[in-house]
């Protein structure tokens, strides 16, 4: 599936399967247009990406094709998912899984090893992303005498 992003976007891998080659595709970016591989074990790639409106795939390597990931999900309903959050420390966070990597730990039952990518997306608009809070008051009652 085709992920849309705007704006100021970190993309950090934080998964890949030992087994098949992966790659991630950016069009459409004002600064970073292209392939990125993912190889296990080999260091992989974080990317900063800007632009009014770009897109985000998960391809993966099938004979001397690369297709989308999702193309070839590894159990039965397997694909792509994405999941969104928010909170007050990191902002903006969307996490995009293929595979088996798609789901959160544990495996679904049946699988049999990790298969597929994941990547963690961090916005770095400041609007959506405040950054560290300063501490809050601590309105503790201490001990009566």
Do not use: K
């Amino acid at each position: 599936m085709t992920q849309r992003f705007s704006g100021p976007w970190v993309i950090a891998t934080t998964g890949v399967s030992r087994f098949g080659s992966h790659r991630i595709v950016i069009q459409g970016s004002d600064n970073a247009d292209g392939e990125y591989g993912l190889r296990w074990p080999d260091e992989l790639p974080q990317v900063s990406v800007s632009g009014g409106d770009w897109t985000l795939q998960i391809q993966r390597l099938t004979g001397d094709q690369w297709s989308q990931d999702e193309a070839n999900p590894p159990l039965p309903d397997g694909g792509e998912t994405s999941t969104v959050a928010f909170t007050t420390e990191t902002g903006l966070v969307r996490t995009i899984g293929t595979g088996t990597l798609a789901y959160l730990v544990p495996l679904p039952p049946g699988s049999l090893g990790p298969s597929g990518a994941r990547l963690r997306c961090t916005s770095r608009d400041p609007d959506l992303s405040p950054g560290p809070m300063p501490p809050h008051p601590d309105f503790t009652v201490g001990e009566l005498h």
